[in-house]
Nanobody, 115 residues
Framework: QVQLVESGGGLVQPGGSLRLSCATS????????MAWYRQAPGKQRELVAR???????NYLDSVKGRFTISRDNAKNTVYLQMNSLKPEDTAVYFC?????????WGQGTQVTVSS
């Protein structure tokens, strides 16, 4: 059974930091491209950051320089370090694992940036 379990969301003030984690099980983690998406109320889900099996990364333009995605293949876990958070980063953040025809999602974790 495949599971992706996000954690680390919460309420933070503008300028603050959060670190999201996504622990996976039931997949050959090292083979998968891992990504974080987010969806704000009334908006479409968008790709925030992606890390492929060789460690290469890409980011949404609005988070470049503030967010860092990383993976620990020994722990089957992907992380999203979010710094200098802004109110517009408020959304539900979802973890995604993709490999060939396989595509799995976590349940999401709420991130709220507000004073």
């Amino acid at each position: 059974q495949v599971q992706l379990v996000e954690s680390g969301g919460g309420l933070v003030q503008p300028g603050g930091s959060l670190r999201l984690s996504c622990a996976t099980s039931g997949i050959s983690f090292g083979a998968y491209t891992m990504a974080w998406y987010r969806q704000a109320p009334g908006k479409q889900r968008e790709l925030v950051a992606r890390i492929v099996r060789n460690g290469n990364t890409n980011y949404l333009d609005s988070v470049k320089g503030r967010f860092t995605i990383s993976r620990d293949n020994a722990k089957n876990t992907v992380y999203l370090q979010m710094n200098s958070l802004k109110p517009e980063d408020t959304a539900v953040y979802f973890c995604n694992a993709e490999f060939l025809n396989y595509d799995y999602w976590g349940q999401g974790t709420q991130v709220t940036v507000s004073s």
